[in-house]
């Protein structure tokens, strides 16, 4: 019998009547000849009460006792969630992290996944049971409660549909799922039918906030299919798969954007061993998120380095960099909020040249100048003022023919 | 150093002002040179509302399910204890009933303990933490959740207190400890300073709600000391121990009411083998439960036989006595509310007459007519009017000197 994986995250769980609508879809969908395995989060609102419950009694809670406390999220949705399927008819059963066998190492609130033993779900699968295990959470080897950090769910998920080879993961979210663009700024944006992993693993670090990286990362490594759709309609979502050999067709899959950023530049940076280390290593000690980093080459011993950051990390920097700047004898440091990053993503654009040109032209003719550039293998990053970021994402959806051309 | 086992209940950590007092205590307990284990229970309101919400998913919630989901209850409180304690400069670290070895029978929602593995508290404490135990909670062989029932947190702390032969097990309570009489009717009521289980027991068993019976039976098994007291205040409660061979000084050691109780009599029932058995056994498949039962002696071979039970039950029986009677070939049965018991406990009256001829006097005198009698070893205990309640107790209290005689 085939095994589908499902995950339903905070929302889609949020309360009793959302929960009795999730217990429906999964005994249809064990009803349609699958085996099923459900992966849930805590009920959308919980874990932020259990968190403030924590600081009521500590002003710096411990990260093990932080996890125990956390756990407890989605212990109580798995068993309402298996209560539910019951009360339908459907014979469920519910597992923790740790009795569904998620193994991590031993870093509280931010663990990793070190193993998977699915032992207890293949016997309850083999009985004819729903498994539903509780996303987000496991144990270390010593047997203390840990949690995978955010967007833990999806990874219990991805790694459970990997440990069992199941046929499909699917991924139920509130958006119904990976779009070409922000439909609320480009209202001819189309939902993808499929996307590749390094695709949508550009669009999430570039704004497209479907999944965290983590969670691709890991399906990617252990080339385990998913289904990224909504849980309040029946619509197909977006397949993400592993890019097949020899593509060349699409150019162009998606484009995202990422508002509220800001802009560090430092100029007359001499251009010697160590001084861009040097930044970048003060940068790390303070915690700053660092996102795109550009430094053109040098003229007459000197470069200017320019890097963007989110808006809010701008505060976190202080004095810092004039600080550095002034120690490494560069010359003045210009910060900028109010910038924007416009991503153009898509697997096709390895082997092809043009499509920078392409991004280039149209935003030239549009009147959006571009401040800054950065490109990967699979991506296009320009940086430009977060009032033309619309304007921008629009002319780029056009002249890359998103709309028309929307699937695979 | 030697082992204190603590348990807070509902109320004692009903908010995260009060878990921090709890915290204060446990730290002070540690500091004082003792080894400490805690046990809680959940917040007081936190397991009606997880009922509360199964009932929102299902009309019947599996008994397995309603296990996982309230036992996240007092998952919460171990973790915020840790994290109070933690945060008060103590050194603590929370343990599910799972991880602190709990190990029981496979009834979920009432399960027996069956063993305990004390291997993880051992070793915290050797290293010197505090270990905050959830009450209430265990798993079976096979790593299911299970739930202990009512009363359940206290039963885990005196297990614990066994398994680890614990100098003493306090029990924190909201009130000071077990008294003479019920406080608020007799206002001369004292303070208990040491009571045996058996007379616990025996008060438990009508009506002082102090402890669950079984918690005070598993005590008295395995000879674990306790202290009934409260978590509000730093007065010193009551000890529970083990009776000393021989004793015959003290002959009254308290007197216990319980209101609200109904009474059945079926008269004329013929003597004959089996009867009586017809009528227990059909009380029993209705679940009905049963307090005091009194049969005569049988004159001309015919006899009437009463008994008691909570007001509540009365509704259940419909008519099943009725029914029973006539395939007996009784007489009439006669269905009264309205009355209430009152039970004189006290082990030293196993080798003292005179305490029912005490007893019936003071009563006589008062003008309270007793309808019903019924002793055991360490009891006598007499069905009154309910209307009546109060003055017989405020008589009793008074006829064996309870309220200058407090202590043993």
Do not use: W
Not at 241 to 254: A, C, M
């Amino acid at each position: 019998m085939p095994l589908i994986v499902q995950k339903y995250g905070g929302t889609s769980v949020g309360n009793p009547e959302r929960i009795l609508n999730v217990a429906r879809r999964v005994v249809e969908t064990q009803k349609a000849g699958n085996s099923v395995v459900v992966v849930v989060s805590a009920m959308s609102g919980v874990t932020d009460g259990l968190i403030k419950l924590a600081r009521q009694v500590s002003g710096a809670p411990t990260d093990r006792e932080m996890d125990v406390l956390l756990a407890t999220g989605e212990q109580t949705t798995i068993a309402l969630t298996a209560m539910a399927i019951n009360a339908l008819g459907g014979k469920a059963v519910s597992l923790t992290g740790a009795q569904a066998g998620i193994l991590t190492d031993g870093i509280h609130t931010k663990a990793k996944i070190a193993n998977i033993s699915p032992r207890q779900i293949r016997k309850h699968l083999n009985e004819g049971f729903i498994c539903i295990v509780a996303g987000f959470q496991g144990q270390t080897l010593q047997g203390h409660i840990t949690t995978l950090g955010r967007g833990g769910s999806d990874l219990t998920a991805i790694a459970i549909a990997a440990a069992l080879k199941a046929k499909m993961c699917e991924i139920y979210t509130d958006v119904d799922g990976v779009y070409t663009c922000d439909p609320r700024v480009v209202p001819g944006a189309k939902k993808l039918d499929v996307i590749y992993y390094d695709e949508l693993l550009e669009m999430a670090s570039s704004g497209s906030k479907v999944m965290q990286s983590r969670s691709v990362e890991f399906a990617k490594k252990f080339k385990v299919p998913f289904e990224v759709r909504s849980s309040f309609n029946t619509n197909r979502g977006t397949i993400v798969k592993e890019e097949p050999i020899g593509l060349e067709n699409v150019v162009v899959r998606g484009i995202s954007i990422e508002r509220n950023q800001a802009k560090v530049t430092i100029t007359n940076v001499p251009d010697k061993p160590g001084t861009a280390s040097r930044i970048f290593t003060a940068l790390s000690d303070a915690h700053v998120i660092i996102d795109v980093i550009v430094q053109n080459v040098s003229v007459s011993g000197a470069t200017d380095i320019s890097f963007t950051m989110n808006g809010d990390e701008l505060a976190k920097l202080g004095s810092l960099i004039d600080d550095v700047a002034a120690e490494i004898g560069a010359g003045n440091v210009i910060k900028k909020g109010g910038i924007a990053k416009l991503s153009v993503v898509g697997i096709g654009m390895r082997s092809h040249s043009g499509v920078a040109a392409k991004l280039f032209e149209c935003l030239g003719h549009g009147g959006v100048n571009i401040q800054m550039i950065s490109t990967s293998e699979i991506k296009i990053a320009v940086i430009i003022d977060e009032d033309k970021i619309e304007h921008a994402a629009k002319l780029a959806h056009e002249a890359f023919g998103l709309s028309e051309a929307a699937t695979a």
